[in-house]
């Protein structure tokens, strides 16, 4: 699904997008989805998961601030969610970083089915087996292969469409490999992108037919309508403190309008 159909859906069917999210970036996280035309709802407490997992059109787990009381409300909500035949999007914030990160992010995994995974390239690297270098939640190098090499990988180990999120993003699933150019520095130097795009990604899987797993091209259409906005939101921005709220003007748009937001750089790689 190319990124100016999934606006258009989400426009027309306003779906909810539920986040299991960390306390850092919720509030950027919420906004991101709302400007994509989605709404969003940030429940994460046990006793309320389910219900508004019930009637939730995604689910996005994000693992950003961890606790065990966390991954069980986040397994109980994604259980639900499995259920009705909405998708889940996980974000393994940190995995690689600490081992309680790592097995949550594989318990997930392992337990639910997650229609797409969207992290840094170190994160993937990690799901994938491989080597790569987090510091706290920020991916610095890969060991082993290149951040292409880890996106495949980790797709192909975990039967899943994957995204890792850097210069260059790339997305891996059934039917091929892409890349996505758009983006602008800035966005590295604000918290909370990471987490927005996987958020954007949540709510374009909203509107798409996932029984088989959300589309690859459909993902790289998500980075790159957020890509896209963090290149016209750098163009009158001072430093990333003005560049944050003319990210969120951005995206709403190109929501809005998305006939604006031209050719997207998209290529098969």
């Known amino acids: 699904m ?6 258009e859906r ?4 306003r ?3 539920h986040h299991l999210t ?6 950027l996280v ?34 950003g601030t961890l606790d065990p009381g966390f991954v069980e409300a986040a397994l109980a909500a994604g259980k639900e969610a499995n259920r009705r035949g909405a998708p889940v999007v996980l974000d393994p914030v940190g995995a690689g970083a600490t081992a309680l990160r790592t097995r949550s992010a594989e318990r997930v995994l392992s337990e639910l089915s997650v229609a797409a995974v969207c992290g840094n390239a170190g994160e993937v690297a990690t799901l994938a087996g491989l080597s790569g ?6 991916s610095l190098s890969l060991q082993n292969g290149d951040a292409r090499e880890a996106t495949v990988e980790a797709a192909r180990t975990l039967g899943t469409t994957v995204a890792a999120t850097g210069p260059t993003d790339y997305v891996s699933g059934p039917g091929g490999t892409l890349a996505v150019e758009n983006g602008h520095p800035l966005m590295g130097r604000v918290v909370g992108t990471g987490c927005a795009s996987t958020a954007a990604i949540g709510c374009f899987a909203a509107v798409q037919d996932t029984r088989d797993g959300l589309d690859p091209e459909t993902a790289a259409a998500a980075l790159a309508y957020f890509g896209r906005a963090g290149e016209a939101a750098a163009q009158d921005a001072d430093g990333p403190g003005t560049f944050e709220p ?8 190109f929501a ?3 006939g604006g937001l031209g050719e997207p750089r998209v290529r098969e790689t």
């Open 256 to 258: 809005q309008d998305p």
């Open 246 to 253: 003319r990210l969120l003007d951005a995206l709403a748009r």
């Open 2 to 7: 190319e990124a100016t159909e999934a606006l």
């Open 133 to 138: 270098e987090v510091r706290g939640v920020e």
């Open 15 to 17: 779906p909810l997008v």
């Open 10 to 13: 989400l426009a027309e069917r």
């Open 30 to 63: 919420a906004n991101v989805t709302l400007c994509t035309g989605a709404l969003p709802v940030m429940a994460q407490s046990a006793e309320e998961v389910e219900e508004m997992a019930s009637a939730a059109s995604a689910l996005v787990i994000n693992l």
């Open 22 to 27: 960390n306390y850092v970036t919720v509030n």
